[in-house]
């Protein structure tokens, strides 16, 4: 399907999906939202697809919300229209994915970023929530998901100076998993994902929903939810083929 505003490719069990609104740094308008959203239901409906890479360009992973698109809204407006929470279906995905950041990463980009089950950033990353700049605060989960990766301390600070962070800050902080160069980043994000969609798409997606439960629950219920879940993998035919395929020294060959 053509997109106005992302390009969506597929590359082996990868789908990748690219913001492209170059004129903009990729601001988020509700045109590319639109494009967003019907991107991950395709893709997620897509059996053959086992991972997605959500990327940018080498200036902008995004720039923000639109702030010319967003300049004339007034409160009963945003509120009437519930702006903002058509926003959070990327939180919603079910595969992984993969936020793959070089340039800027500001406001509702870095909020997308942060959506993603984790962030591999170019070298050249700039992360930031500068809306108190602009007379109001993160409205796409930046005051709550930047406090969980690096602390009230340090959110507290970018969110009250709008002030931005490089990749290696990023990284010493826990918001990124990984700096690349940003000439390789495409490519390693790529074959990360690949090699996540190798594995068992059900168990993949199972342990993200784990993972993801430690965000929102106590550390006992946590480990209750782990271990049904683990302890009903038994069933799955992808857990007789990977402990076969271990003891037989021959790769796994999980089902699609
Ligand atoms: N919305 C709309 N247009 C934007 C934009 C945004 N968030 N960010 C950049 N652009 C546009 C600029 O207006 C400019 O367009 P024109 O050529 O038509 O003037 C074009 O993109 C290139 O931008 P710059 O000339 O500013 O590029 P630069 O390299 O000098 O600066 C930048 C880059 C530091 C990222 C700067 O563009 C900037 O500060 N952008 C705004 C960042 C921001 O405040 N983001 C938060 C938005 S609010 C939000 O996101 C709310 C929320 O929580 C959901």
Known sequence: MAYETILVERHDRVGLIRLNRPQALNALNRQLITDLNAALDELEQDRSIGCLVLTG??????????IKEMQGFTYPGTYLDDFITSWERLSRTR??????????ALGGGCELAMMCDFILAADTAKFGQPEIKLGVMPGSGGTQRLTRFVGKSKAMEM????????AVEAERSGLVSRIIPAAELLDEALKVAKAIA???LTVAMQT????NRSYETTLAEGIRFERRVFQAQFALADQKEGMAAFIGKRPANFER
Do not use: Y
């Open 57 to 66: 360009s080498e200036k902008a992973f995004a720039a923000g919300a639109d």
């Open 95 to 104: 595969k992984p994915v993969i936020a793959a950041v070089a340039g800027f």
């Open 159 to 166: 969110c009250l100076t709008g002030r931005m962070m490089d």
């Open 198 to 200: 190798d594995m068992s």
């Open 208 to 211: 993200k929903e784990s993972v």
